[in-house]
């Protein structure tokens, strides 16, 4: 198993970070011995990362980060950095490697303070002497003065330093940026490559894996989630009996009441199982016997590791609203073929009945204005509408009639 494995149908992405990693690989150890480097050709040091939602452009970048930080002694013997189990591989894919920094969004923005500490650290040498890597999801949410900062620190990068950005398409990142990057794209997994990873890494019976990844149209993590966790499947369930359920106001209001605090709800839980061991990883690095004291001078880190939770939580809630407007988009998506006699596999198989029910009883027009509604919920969430009232005017907009 190697840290590309969990990259789900993309084989060509995978094959150019594994040699851009090789020849990264061979910068350091020639950089090590004095000998002088090679020409690292494929190695550079900005990376753009684009794709389509689910496609796994945070899992390729974070991929890459790990293997540019393998210490396995195969690579002497002329394995492939990124073996997935060493020390170098193993803390960067969990997120504790010292030199690989993550930056995400707050809300609808990646803010220059946030980014001020990375941003400075770019510029300085990686602590265990490899690669110094910044890695920012979401870059499509760097504002100006956030965009500036990184554009400054990708015009004159450190001799170790990597930067990689992940964005849904080029378009959303600034012209002088991305014409500084290595430009790779993520396609949509197809329904087999997820149901069959779904298979070999999560031991999932394979008719359930097809439903599954039929059901999340290519999105990896939410197949996977969907998969392995029965509360995702419950909530998905809920989710797809709400089209016949908004009939009135009353039933519209109280659908909307029920997604946010599913979400609400969702976000606690993933907190719950995250957080605890987070920061009891955290007081045992920095000295603390369990549930012992911690050192003088270490609690800022305890509590700056606190209001990333807190964020983290905001963010985990928005993530679960934007699963519920996925499974809401594509049911009435296979509404919309059934009643245009559309060929395509549907998506939905286990909620045929009601498919059928609301083809039968609607109109395509009216289809299609419920999933406007749906995505203009999308944007108001984007624009930091406060989500109730935004499920709000999408339920009441899903009424019949
Ligand atoms: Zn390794």
Not at 11 to 23: F, G, K, M, P, T
Not at 173 to 202: G, K, N, Y
Request: proline share 5%; with cysteine; charged share 25%.
């Amino acid at each position: 198993m190697t840290v590309w494995d969990d990259l789900v149908g993309q084989e060509r992405v995978s094959e150019q970070l594994a040699a851009a990693a090789r020849d990264a690989d061979a910068f350091v150890t020639a950089a090590a011995s004095d000998v002088p480097p090679p020409e690292a050709s494929r190695m550079t040091h900005a990376w753009l990362f684009t794709g389509p939602p689910g496609a796994g452009r945070n899992q390729a970048a974070r991929a890459f980060a790990a293997a540019l930080q393998c210490v396995s002694p195969d690579r002497a013997l002329g394995g492939a950095p990124g073996c997935g189990f060493c020390d170098g591989c193993h803390t960067a894919l969990v997120g504790t490697h010292a030199d690989v920094s993550t930056v995400a969004a707050v809300g609808s923005q990646i803010l220059v303070e946030a980014m001020r500490d990375t941003v400075r650290k770019s510029f300085t040498a990686p602590a265990n002497g490899r690669w110094q890597v910044i890695l920012v999801e979401d870059a499509e949410r760097l504002n100006e003065k956030s965009a500036n900062a990184v554009l400054k620190a990708v015009e004159e990068p450190a001799p170790r330093t990597v930067w990689l950005l992940c964005a849904p398409s080029v378009e959303d990142v600034l012209p002088t940026i991305r014409s500084r990057c290595r430009h790779l794209v993520l396609s949509t997994p197809s329904v087999e490559a997820v149901a069959d990873m779904l298979v070999r890494r999560e031991g999932i019976e394979p008719d359930v894996a097809a439903a599954v990844a039929r059901a999340t149209q290519g999105h990896v993590d939410r197949a996977r989630r969907l998969a392995t966790d029965p509360a995702a499947r419950a909530r998905r369930a809920a989710v797809l009996k709400l089209p016949l359920r908004v009939e009135d106001v009353g039933g519209a209001l109280r659908a909307a009441q029920e997604l946010v605090d599913a979400a609400a709800e969702d976000a606690k839980q993933l907190a719950e199982e995250r957080d605890g061991k987070e920061t009891e990883d955290l007081k045992a690095a920095l000295g603390a016997a369990q549930g012992g004291r911690l050192p003088r001078g270490t609690a800022g880190a305890v509590k700056d590791l606190e209001e990333m939770q807190k964020r983290r939580r905001t963010r985990t809630q928005r993530d679960s609203l934007d699963v519920a407007l996925a499974d809401l988009t594509s049911f009435y998506r296979d509404v919309l073929a059934l009643q245009l006699g559309s060929r395509i596999a549907l998506a939905n198989t286990d909620a045929e009945d009601a498919l059928e029910r609301l083809a039968r009883s609607s109109t395509p027009e009216s289809t299609l204005r419920r999933i406007e509604a749906i995505a203009a919920c999308g944007e108001a969430l984007d624009r930091n509408v406060a989500p109730l009232l935004a499920v709000e005017a999408m339920t009441m907009a899903l009424r019949a009639g």
